[in-house]
């Protein structure tokens, strides 16, 4: 057994999931093809490439098209929020306790 073949073990026991012998070969492929892919992509020169934290420059608003302004707004049937939920009391929805 190979040791990503391990790692993979151990994460799937960690994870809570369990899977047959040829699930784990198949997840093993996947995650060599992924882990070439970043060594493909380790070869590259980045040394004039600028740190980011977002994919997208929010300063400059490039994706401004795919946003839209927080606004509040009136929901006419608000009846129709809280009908499937599993606990309710008028248009309240009862939810569990997580402080005591």
């Known amino acids: 057994m190979s040791d990503l073949t391990s790692t993979i ?3 799937a026991h960690l994870a809570r999931l369990n899977f047959p012998e040829a699930e784990l070969a198949r997840y ?6 992924v882990l070439s892919y970043v060594e493909k992509l380790n070869e590259l020169d980045t040394t ?3 740190p980011t934290s977002h994919a997208v420059d929010f ?3 490039e994706v401004q098209a795919t946003l839209r302004p927080d606004e509040v707004r009136r929901f006419e049937h608000p009846d ?3 009908a499937d939920a599993p606990e309710k009391e008028g248009l309240y929805v009862q939810v569990p306790r997580v402080i005591e």
């Open 28 to 33: 093993t492929q996947k995650v060599e093809a």
């Open 80 to 82: 129709e929020i809280v």
């Open 9 to 11: 073990k151990r994460m």
């Open 59 to 61: 300063v400059t608003r």
């Open 48 to 50: 004039k490439v600028e």
